[in-house]
């Protein structure tokens, strides 16, 4: 079992940053797979980024080159950076794992979720 906890959402204004962390307790002995999705108001849940067990990093393509997923030094935190915010960036934000490293952009490949975190990009 892994317990995931995110914070740092927030309100900010267009082109600003946001640093989102995703804190993970319980079975955190083992590397697994830590990925970041984002739900917006009436939409699917879409992939955002995942980290791999072996540090291997992927983006969606609307996020590339804005954001950057990362883990911590114990390696029970991991961080989403969000630069260049854009209005369409507004969504709830949740982190999730796996122990499988596969398919990593699916929601469904994912057996643990946090709670999410609010992130509101105003124009």
């Known amino acids: 079992q892994v317990q995931l906890v995110e914070s740092g959402g927030g309100l900010v204004q267009a082109g600003g940053s946001l640093r989102l962390s995703c804190a993970a307790s319980?079975?955190?002995?083992?590397?697994?797979?830590t990925g970041w999705f984002r739900q917006g108001p009436g939409q699917e849940r879409e992939f955002v980024a995942a980290?791999?067990?072996?540090?291997?990093?992927t983006y969606a393509d609307g996020v590339r080159g804005r954001f950057t997923i990362s883990r911590g030094n114990a390696e029970t935190t991991v961080y989403l950076q969000m630069n260049r915010l854009q209005p369409e960036d507004t969504a709830v934000y949740y982190c999730?794992?796996?122990?499988?490293?596969?398919?990593?952009?699916?929601?469904?490949?994912?057996?643990?979720w946090g709670q999410g975190t609010q992130v509101t990009v105003s124009s």
């Open positions: 319980g079975r955190t002995g083992t590397r697994y797979t």
């Open positions: 980290i791999l067990s072996n540090g291997l990093r």
């Open positions: 999730a794992a796996q122990f499988d490293d596969v398919e990593v952009t699916k929601v469904i490949r994912y057996d643990y």
